[in-house]
């Protein structure tokens, strides 16, 4: 059964950083992308970023430049480093892997 647990959520001033990490179980990790999505109050839920099994990674073009994903596969984790925070980026962050979701993990950027 696979498993995604999301954690390193929490509230950041406007320009900080957050490092979000998911941890999966249940499944050959290495051989997949991972996603990391974001569903923001009121909007649907959208494509932050990817990485392939190879480590190709894509970004939405609202975080480029501004958040890295990466995967550590000896681990079994992928990773969201976040900079340069907005109070745009305020959503509940979830992972994704082939149809299964995270639980999510909330990230509040305020002053």
């Known amino acids: 059964q696979v498993q995604l647990v999301e954690s390193g959520g929490g509230l950041v001033q406007p320009g900080g950083s957050l490092r979000l990490s998911c941890a999966a179980s249940?499944?050959?990790?290495?051989?997949?992308?991972m996603d990391w999505y974001r569903q923001a109050p009121g909007k649907q839920r959208e494509l932050v970023a990817a990485?392939?099994?190879?480590?190709?990674?894509n970004y939405a073009d609202s975080v480029k430049g501004r958040f890295t994903i990466s995967r550590d596969n000896a681990k079994n984790t992928v990773y969201l480093q976040m900079n340069s925070l907005k109070p745009e980026d305020t959503a509940v962050y979830y992972c994704?892997?082939?149809?299964?979701w995270g639980q999510g993990t909330q990230v509040t950027v305020s002053s």
């Open positions: 990485i392939t099994s190879g480590s190709i990674t």
């Open positions: 994704h892997l082939l149809g299964h």
């Open positions: 249940g499944i050959i990790f290495s051989i997949y992308t």
